[in-house]
């Protein structure tokens, strides 16, 4: 049995480890920081609760990319979005030819841009590379080496390039994940289909006072999104399945994605957060500098308003939402964003991923 790659050793990635591994398959894990894994290089134990529970012996646990892709055909990506360009730059003079590539999730062109990296560096222009809507848990990170897997989310979309690679890649997968994805043909639709921007950049910005406040913890989804936040975030919801029409892409909105992913009712996206059981222990982030902010406003917002905007779609409250955050955060979060430019995309070239 061959071993699996999984990049990143955080919430998804020790998730997707320990689920692995528990099934009974080997698994390499890498990670950018060694620090992160000192204890886990150790003692090759992930200790995992939840819906799946037990100790997962991992047999690889690396900051080396070349030991981790050893023997390797299944590379499953789990580090955040915004680490995707400069991974694909490291992962280039590693990629041979029979490797597979999952981005667990995307986020909005992940896959792209690891095609448009890999074109650019090496000219490696046949791999595989498949992205997800989002990753198939809800998870959290409890320690360095100790996971808590809350809920298995269904059916979670996937889709590449052309629908062969789709159906490559996903046959490729153990049951154990094969069963958790359903393929579609569009990559616009997973990509678009990204609703962790929705659910994530708004409420943190809006609610920065108590993530501030170093007396308070609080639930981010029960308390956080109340139903004045959870009326504007449908807004911005909204323009991003509005894009998605004006190119030929139906996609859910994010209430009833809500609703399929977790089996919750609910007239509107308030009601289906506060229905929504596996949202109950999952705290606000402790400090602003989150990846709800860092990852999903370049690679979920910018996106979305760069490819709004060269559709004709009215984006202003994307725009005002990115404005706010760049002022907020002194920080540029559309100068390394994943606009179509950065990404190798034409408008045209876009009819080619319906």
Not at 67 to 92: K, W, Y
Request: positive net charge; hydrophobic residues 40%; aromatic residues 8%.
């Amino acid at each position: 049995m061959k071993p699996i790659a999984v990049i990143g050793a955080g919430n998804s990635g020790l998730a997707m480890a320990a689920h692995l591994a528990l099934e009974g398959h080997p698994v390499h894990l890498w990670n950018r920081t060694e620090k992160n894994i000192s204890q886990l290089s150790r003692t090759k134990t992930i200790h995992c609760s939840g819906v799946i529970s037990g100790k997962a012996k991992i047999k690889l646990v690396t900051d080396n990319l070349c030991r981790a892709l050893e023997g390797v055909e299944l590379i499953l990506i789990t580090t955040p979005a915004n680490s995707h360009r400069q991974l694909a730059q490291q992962l280039s003079p590693f990629i041979q030819s029979d490797h597979k590539i999952l981005l667990n999730p995307g986020r909005t062109f992940g896959a792209l841009e690891f095609e448009y990296i890999f074109k650019k560096n090496l000219n490696k222009k046949n791999i595989p590379i498949a992205e997800s809507q989002t990753i198939i848990y809800t998870c959290r990170k409890t320690n360095e080496d100790s996971v808590n897997i809350l809920a298995f989310k269904q059916p979670v979309w996937i889709a590449s390039k052309c629908r062969d690679q789709s159906e490559e890649i996903i046959q490729s997968l153990p049951f154990c994940l094969r069963q958790h994805f359903i393929p579609i043909d569009s990559l616009l639709k997973t990509s678009l289909g990204n609703v962790g921007p929705v659910l994530h950049c708004a409420p943190v910005l809006l609610n920065t006072g108590w993530i501030e406040n170093k007396k308070t913890i609080f639930k981010y989804y029960y308390d956080g999104i109340t139903i004045t936040i959870a009326n504007y975030i449908e807004k911005i919801d909204e323009i991003r399945v509005g894009i998605g029409r004006n190119i030929g892409v139906e996609l859910e909105d994010v209430a009833t994605w809500m609703q399929r992913s977790y089996q919750v009712k609910g007239d509107n996206l308030f009601q289906c957060i506060q229905n929504n059981n596996f949202y109950k222990t999952i705290d606000a982030p402790q400090n602003l500098h989150h990846r709800y902010l860092f990852e999903d406003i370049p690679c979920g917002l910018v996106p979305f308003e760069d490819l709004g905007i060269a559709l004709g779609v009215n984006v202003s409250l994307i725009t005002h939402l990115i404005n706010f955050a760049c002022s907020l955060m002194n920080f540029d979060f559309r100068k390394n964003g994943r606009t179509l430019d950065r990404i190798g995309i034409s408008k045209r070239a876009l009819n080619d991923l319906k």
